[in-house]
């Protein structure tokens, strides 16, 4: 977390929090009012500040305001940089145990969390001959201990 965001959480320290605003896209897009942030500085600062609370709502702290983020599928969107995976956040993501849900979309998971494959690189996958772990859709946010579409 920012340094100034902290301090302004300490200085202002119950500002409501925000639902239905900030939403992440199955590519790892963030969106404003379903608006893709074209602004790098903007989706760098709320790359440095997307957390998740222990309810397992994703958000991003703007100053002393959580902002909730409404999730396309998971809160980490995985890509490849060469041969290794990176989420939408730019922070190294590891490999445990890859899975294929019942809509064909890979998804990630290392460390007790879940990132979906960003759908431009499952090439890598096509033609695989070991078969990936199944898991349905529906199952995904229980199983890993996210909410899908945080409410107040």
């Not at 202002?12 to 925000?18: D, G, I, Q, S």
């Not at 409404?70 to 041969?83: F, I, Q």
Request: glycine letters at 8%; one cysteine or more.
């Amino acid at each position: 977390m920012d340094e100034l965001v902290a301090r302004s959480l300490a200085k202002w320290p119950n500002v409501p929090a925000v639902y239905g605003w900030l939403a992440l896209d199955r590519r790892g897009n963030w969106r404003i009012k379903g608006q893709r942030i074209s602004n790098a500085a903007l989706r760098e600062f709320i790359a440095r500040n997307y957390e998740c609370d222990a309810q397992g709502r994703w958000f991003f702290q703007n100053g002393p305001q959580r902002v909730y983020v409404s999730l396309a599928y998971t809160p980490l969107v995985v890509h490849y940089d060469a041969d290794r995976l990176f989420d939408q956040c730019g922070r190294p993501f590891g490999c445990d145990t890859i899975y294929q849900d019942d809509e064909g979309s890979v998804l990630i998971a290392a460390g007790g969390r879940i990132a979906l494959l960003d759908d431009r690189e499952l090439a890598r996958f096509a033609d695989q001959a070991e078969p990936l772990a199944r898991i349905t859709r529906s199952e995904v946010p229980l199983r890993f201990g996210f909410v899908p579409e945080p409410k107040p």
